[in-house]
């Protein structure tokens, strides 16, 4: 075994893990820390795949930008974790069939030889000036470029919504509102008062 399998194996067994976590994890803000540490190990893994673009897109944009976002909006909207569980007995046995499913399709393809399927044939290897940044970034803007576009118009979905969620109105909360303060008057907030001047004995 190679260091290089050492590596996979490791950083696969800490993904696992995290990503176990994630699904168990009480703690909303727990969770969302052990997803940046699935996010660091797959990276690592895109890395030894030498995929090194979308390795350091995923660290930057996700960890750096959007589990950022994500913790925010989880400390903002004050989840209550009992409510959320409360359906949890209720959706199991259709969330073990899906587990099982994927189980089985991974299952499948590690065992692919004794299910009688071929293995996929090792990637080709590449010259030193061959850049798969330039490479993705061609195939994204010239046969991928509809669901790059639908993907975009998703995200942009999903950002108003969360931004959505966290202006709905709270009891005791201060808040300010534009459309009253650009509807006030001068007679609203200042009132001139006459007051005889003062005479000196």
């Known amino acids: ?47 030894l795949l030498e995929a090194e673009f979308l390795a350091i897109t995923l660290v930057l944009v996700y960890v750096g930008a959007v589990m950022v976002l994500f913790l925010f909006v989880v400390m903002m909207l004050d989840i209550n974790i009992d409510r959320l569980r409360e359906g949890f007995w209720k959706w199991f046995p259709f969330g073990a069939l899906l587990a099982l499913v994927m189980a089985a399709e991974m299952a499948m393809v590690l065992m692919g030889r004794q299910f009688g399927i071929d293995e996929m044939p090792a990637p080709p290897s590449r ?36 931004i959505a969620l966290t202006l709905r109105h709270r009891t005791g909360s201060k808040a300010i509102d534009a459309s009253e303060q650009v509807a ?18």
């Open 127 to 162: 010259p030193s000036d061959y850049s798969n940044t330039k490479e993705l970034g061609r195939l994204i803007y010239t046969e991928y470029v509809y669901a790059f576009e639908l993907a975009a118009v998703i995200l942009l979905v999903a950002m108003v919504a969360a």
């Open 1 to 47: 075994m190679s260091f290089q399998d050492i590596i996979f194996y490791f950083f696969s067994a800490v993904l696992i893990m995290s990503a176990l976590g994630v699904i168990t994890a009480r703690n909303p803000v727990h969770a969302a820390l052990l997803l940046v540490l699935a996010f660091f190990t797959s990276a690592g893994l895109w890395l």
């Open 184 to 201: 006030v008057k001068r007679e609203d907030r200042v009132r001139m008062v006459s007051m005889p001047s003062e005479k000196k004995e």
